[in-house]
């Protein structure tokens, strides 16, 4: 509808008027300044203006991908009209162009702003007016899910404007507010442009029920993560390190993120519980298990495609870096650049990124080592690059830690403690070592760092068994259903009892009596078959002279497709130095959360919080 001069709309309209509407409100409304101008030849003096041609002419730019199909058809307002005769030449530093070619401004996709009128006299109608229904009707349209998904897509930083902003979640294990300072200048850095707070974590302070409970906002009540591990009663077996997703309860940032924006697309590398889920990329450790026995290293990913991308680009991962005698900083690095290529090349609009390093050397050496805290600077230096190449595409930056580690002298054995006690059967296999029987043990343990899950039989025992395990030399507590409900921990899949170690003290999973007759699998790097955590997997034995020529001929007989034995492990804990699990006695033994946004400050916050800070960073 043409708007007159009083301002109402009426009906007196041509149809090269009826076709100018659009996505986004009508072709006027959604631009500011004037429409490029079509150039019609002048016709004689005093003959009537001809018809109208249909065909697309030459020189005139054809419309961008992604408009209506409205605005596609839309007719330029200007046309030439009868004059009895042409103005003069053209003016002078008009720019020059080429008849038959679109000007250089259009021809780059851009509208020319001071186009030649190459010696035409051009008149123009008058603009229509944009009814307010159609612009409310457009603006509807503009709203649709698909239109924001090409919106996003044809962006040219990680993230196109849209609904959210991209977010990097950064996961830096065992880093605590006592390490900001000289030892950090990146983390320090982007403290000091944000914010750094205390984060308060969960009981158990341990990697996968931390992940959860910032990926659920929930506490282990809710989400059921409650350790990295424990005794699944349906199939009277304990497992550790699972990776389904679907172990998760409840929704996960990125489907509460997604709500607000289908658009989003989520990044997930190396956060735990990271195979079929519901993010959009996932890169995690997977090694391939042959019908030989061998196992070979490797990571699952999806879309599956990825793996060969990423391997292709980085070279393989360094799985033995990850986790073992080996584990160094070599497997963080890879990380980080990985993520920075999924960043680069897919443009998630959240991405979550693990950076295990400071697990090492700190439960190697303990926490006031000084080869322990010279690690601090590595992992300061491969999150430091990470972080700044994201922030310079726009990204806001949330680091998170799941835990402090601290030193640690006294290593706990309840499985042992309950054997004596006739409360735990164990298994004579024929190769003359003991398997733990979890069926017919009327009690025990699943260790994992300074908490233990204790599984009782029979209800009429766990009375006995807690006073069994209170006096032993340092369990600082034993948590029945009400300590297990004070502190979140009340899921079914939690132990009946729960044993928490005093500060320098932890828990391992050994429960025969003579080391001659433990497993085959305890001297090896085995976090499957072990009924509990082995910090001791990160050292070679030291008691065994030659064992890392010892490793190197088993790998030896690797390669050459022979069965082999990696037995290099110690069966002797009191080599470790270094601990996590309770809840810390002080504030910068805990972890921290540093954010890049400093109008979300805050002192200190929850680790439940982290979902919640994670959604206002993309609705920034």
């Known amino acids: 509808m043409e708007q007159d001069l009083r301002g109402r709309y009426s009906r007196r309209q041509g149809p090269a008027l009826l076709c100018t509407r659009g996505a986004g409100g ?13 150039r019609d030849s002048l016709p004689p003096p005093g003959a009537a203006p001809g018809p109208k041609r249909r065909g697309r002419r030459v020189g005139r730019p054809r419309p961008r991908a992604g408009r209506s199909r409205a605005l596609r058809r839309a007719c330029r307002l200007a046309c030439a009209l009868s004059r009895p005769a042409a103005l003069g030449a053209p003016r002078a530093g008009a720019p020059h162009h080429v008849e038959g070619s679109p000007p250089a401004d259009l021809a780059s996709g851009r509208h020319a702003t001071a186009a030649s009128f190459r010696g035409r006299d051009l008149h123009l109608e008058r603009a229509p007016g944009v009814h307010p229904a159609a612009r409310r009707r457009d603006a509807r349209r503009r709203d649709r899910p698909r239109d924001r998904v090409r919106r996003a897509r044809a962006g040219r930083v990680w993230r196109a404007k849209g609904v959210v902003k991209p977010v990097l979640l950064l996961d830096v294990v065992g880093l605590t507010r006592g390490m900001l300072g000289a030892e950090t200048p990146n983390l ?15 009981l158990p302070a341990v990697t996968c029920s931390a992940q959860a409970t910032m990926v659920t906002g929930k506490l282990p009540r809710n989400h059921g993560i409650v350790g990295n591990g424990w005794y699944f009663r349906e199939l009277n077996e304990v497992w550790l390190w699972r990776q389904s997703g679907a172990l998760i309860q409840g929704e996960k940032l990125w489907d509460e993120a997604r709500r607000r924006d289908p658009s989003l697309r989520c990044a997930n590398l190396f956060w735990w519980y990271n195979m079929n889920t519901t993010a959009d990329l996932g890169v995690t450790p997977r090694p391939t298990y042959p019908a030989d026995g061998s196992k070979l290293f490797g990571i699952y990913t999806y879309p599956h495609g ?24 070599d497997a963080s690095a890879w990380i980080a650049r990985a993520a920075l290529h999924v960043i680069e090349k897919h443009r998630p609009t959240l991405a979550l ?13 303990g926490a006031s080592d000084p080869r322990a805290r010279a690690e601090v600077t590595k992992i300061d230096r491969v999150a430091g690059e990470l972080i700044a190449q994201v922030r310079a595409r726009g990204a806001a930056v949330l680091v998170v830690s799941e835990y402090g580690i601290t030193d640690a002298r006294r290593p706990l054995h309840p499985n042992r403690v309950l054997r004596e006690a006739g409360l ?64 979140g921990l009340d899921h079914e899949r939690a132990g009946d009892l729960v044993a928490v170690a005093e500060r320098d003290a932890w828990f391992t999973y050994y429960y025969w009596l003579d080391d001659a007759r433990a497993p085959d699998f305890a001297r090896t790097v085995d976090i499957h078959r072990k009924p509990g955590y082995d910090p001791a997997e990160l050292f070679f034995d030291p008691a065994r002279p030659l064992v890392k020529l010892r490793a190197a001929w088993a790998l030896a007989r690797k390669a050459l497709g022979l069965r082999y034995l990696m037995d290099v492990i110690s069966l002797d804990p009191t080599i470790v130095r270094g601990t996590h699990g309770r809840l810390p006695d002080r504030a910068e033994e805990g972890p921290v959360a540093i954010c890049s946004e400093a109008r979300f400050s805050r002192e200190k916050m929850a680790m439940t919080d982290v979902l919640s800070l994670a959604l206002d960073l993309l609705d920034r």
């Open 188 to 202: 320090s850095a982007l403290a000091g442009d944000g914010f750094a707070a205390e984060l308060a974590p969960v």
């Open 424 to 487: 735990l059967s164990a298994l004579e296999t024929p190769l003359g070592w003991e398997l733990l029987d979890f069926g017919e043990s009327r009690a025990f343990a699943v260790a994992d760092h300074q908490i233990a899950h204790v599984y009782v039989k029979r209800r009429e025992d766990r009375e006995r068994v807690t006073e069994i395990l209170r006096s032993m030399n340092g369990v600082e507590r034993v948590l029945d259903d009400a300590g297990k409900a004070e502190f």
């Open 353 to 365: 990124v693990y950076l295990p390093h400071l697990d090492y050397d700190f439960q190697r050496y």
């Open 26 to 38: 009508g072709l006027l409304a959604r631009r500011a300044t004037a429409s490029p101008l079509r």
């Open 306 to 329: 990825l793996r060969l991308e990423l391997e292709s680009a980085l070279g393989a991962f360094p799985f033995h870096t990850f986790w073992g005698p080996g584990a160094a900083i």
